[in-house]
């Protein structure tokens, strides 16, 4: 089983609906979580950065994050053409000496306009 | 503000031939600095990470080989490249001695022929 799992889709939606992302792991160590968003043929661009369980929001974007679930979510609203991108999770836990992220494989959004 | 610099963007080299793949960040000191590959349709792969100068922890067993000479200088190398080396590769930093998140470098492409 992969530490974090996430379903690469492909997903697409009409312009201006809701986008819903979500990602699934396996360790309980994990404590900070991100989403990135990642244009084709470009590095990876850090969207929303959270720790601990709860909403966090950021314009059209919100991230959730249930700990006791083990399960983040990255919801989009109002969507744009421009939300076109692949969608990567990651996450990492609380210890001094482990310096890695987990990533999921990436969800691939299409807005169609 | 904190910036992060890989190059080249592009590269087609033959099998058998040597690489060499820089990366620098500017802004922070004493970063963590990471070497990823992401083969298409699929999600990132740790090869190298690096918490100080000289000191270099390898995820993979492979072809490839990373180096920090200076602070905020990451290379990743290899003698003689095969036609599975060729990918997506990402330079990534994070901050130093803290589980945050990582900031990406643009990519390189590389095309093994």
């Known amino acids: 089983q992969k530490e974090v799992e996430q379903d690469p889709g492909p997903l697409s939606v009409p312009e201006g609906a809701i986008v819903s992302l979500n990602c699934t792991y396996s360790n309980s160590a994990f404590q900070y979580f991100m989403w990135y968003r990642q244009y084709s043929r470009k590095g990876p661009e850090l969207l929303m950065y959270t720790y601990s369980s709860g909403n966090k929001e950021d314009g059209r974007f919100t991230a959730q994050v249930d700990k006791s679930s083990k399960y983040i979510s990255l919801f989009i609203r109002d969507s744009q053409p421009s939300d076109s991108a692949t969608y990567l999770c990651a996450m990492c836990g609380w210890r001094s000496n482990d310096y890695k992220l987990s990533f999921g494989a990436g969800t691939t959004v299409t807005v169609r306009a | 503000s904190q910036t992060i610099h890989q190059w080249p963007a592009t590269l087609v080299q033959p099998v058998g031939s040597p690489l060499s793949l820089e990366c620098t960040v500017e802004?922070?000191?004493?970063?963590?600095l990471y070497w990823y590959r992401q083969a298409a349709g699929r999600g990132l792969q740790l090869l190298f990470y690096s918490v100080g100068i000289g000191q270099i922890s390898s995820e993979v067993p492979q072809n490839l080989s990373a180096s920090r000479p200076q602070d905020r200088q990451f290379i990743l190398s290899s003698k003689k490249l095969l036609l599975s080396d060729s990918g997506f590769y990402l330079c990534?930093?994070?901050?130093?001695?803290?589980?945050?998140?990582?900031?990406f470098g643009q990519g390189t492409r590389l095309t093994v022929v």
């Open positions: 802004g922070t000191s004493n970063p963590n």
């Open positions: 990534a930093w994070s901050h130093s001695g803290q589980n945050t998140e990582a900031f």
